[in-house]
C-alpha cells in the first residue's frame, strides 16, 4: 500500500513563493504527479517527477528524492487564481495504482 | 476540456437504488480510472482499466462495479446506495495504464443520495 502525507493549509501573500512538502512510503515507486483543484472542479495535471531533481515548468517547479520519499512543489510569483488545492499523488510499481494525497489547501491573500 | 466526458453531471437519488456513470476517455488513451470524492476528503481510487482489462483495484465497495467496452469507454454501477455514497466520482484517462503518462480528468458526476 501506499501512504501520502502532506499539509492541510498553507497560506501565502500574493507575489511571493510557496512550497508544498509531500511525504510517502510505497512498496514500489513509479513515479510522482502534482496535480491542482479548485473547489467543485476537475484537477488538473501540473508536473511528474520519476527521477531524483527538479523539473521546471514556469512559475511551478517540482522536486523529488526518491532515497528520501520526499517531494515539494514549489509555486512562484503567486497570483490570486492559484488559490486551489494541490494533490500529490504516486504511481506504484508493483500494481500501477496512482493515490492522491488527502491535499494541500493553498490560500493566496492580497 | 481534458477531452475526458462524464455523464450525467449530476445524480439524485433515493437509497437503495442502483444508478451507472458514463465515462468516454479522450482519445488514443486506453486506460480509464475511476475516482470517489467525498466531502472535503482526498481522491479515493477505486479501480482502473487498460484496454478492456481490469488493472488496478482500491478499496471498491462490492455495491459498486465497473467495465471497460471494446470502445474503450466505461461505466461505473453503484447498487443498493445509502447517505454515504453521496460524493463527487471522477472518471479520468491516460495513454497507457503506468509511468509517467498523466491522467486527464473529467468534470465528475455528483451523486446525491437521499
Known amino acids: 500500500g501506499q501512504n501520502i502525507d502532506q499539509p492541510t493549509e498553507m497560506t501565502a501573500t500574493e507575489g511571493a513563493i510557496v512550497q508544498i512538502n509531500c511525504t510517502y512510503q510505497?512498496?514500489?515507486?513509479?513515479?510522482l504527479f502534482w496535480y491542482q483543484q479548485h473547489a467543485g472542479e476537475a484537477p488538473t495535471f501540473l508536473s511528474y517527477n520519476v527521477l531524483d531533481g527538479l523539473e521546471e515548468k514556469g512559475r511551478f517547479s517540482s522536486f523529488l528524492s526518491r532515497s528520501k520519499g520526499y517531494s515539494y512543489l514549489l509555486l512562484k510569483e503567486l497570483q490570486m487564481k492559484d488559490s486551489a488545492s494541490y494533490l500529490c499523488a504516486v504511481r506504484d510499481s508493483n500494481d500501477y495504482k496512482l493515490s492522491f494525497g488527502a491535499g494541500t489547501t493553498v490560500t493566496v491573500r492580497a | 476540456d481534458s477531452g475526458v466526458t462524464q455523464t450525467p453531471k449530476h445524480l439524485i437519488t433515493a437509497t437503495g437504488q442502483r444508478v451507472t456513470l458514463r465515462c468516454s476517455p479522450r482519445?488514443?488513451?486506453?486506460?480509464v480510472y475511476w475516482y470517489q470524492q467525498s466531502l472535503d476528503q482526498g481522491l479515493q481510487f477505486l479501480i482502473q482499466?487498460?484496454?478492456?482489462?481490469?488493472?488496478a483495484k482500491g478499496n471498491i465497495l462490492e455495491r459498486f462495479s465497473a467495465q471497460q467496452f471494446p470502445d474503450l469507454h466505461s461505466e461505473l454501477n453503484l447498487s443498493s446506495l445509502e447517505l454515504g455514497d453521496s460524493a463527487l466520482y471522477f472518471c479520468?484517462?491516460?495513454?497507457?495504464?503506468?509511468?509517467?503518462?498523466?491522467?486527464?480528468f473529467g468534470n465528475g458526476t455528483r451523486l446525491t443520495v437521499t
Open positions: 510505497t512498496s514500489g515507486f513509479n513515479g
Open positions: 479520468a484517462s491516460s495513454v497507457d495504464g503506468q509511468g509517467g503518462s498523466p491522467l486527464h
Open positions: 482499466y487498460y484496454n478492456g482489462e481490469e488493472r
Open positions: 482519445s488514443g488513451d486506453l486506460s
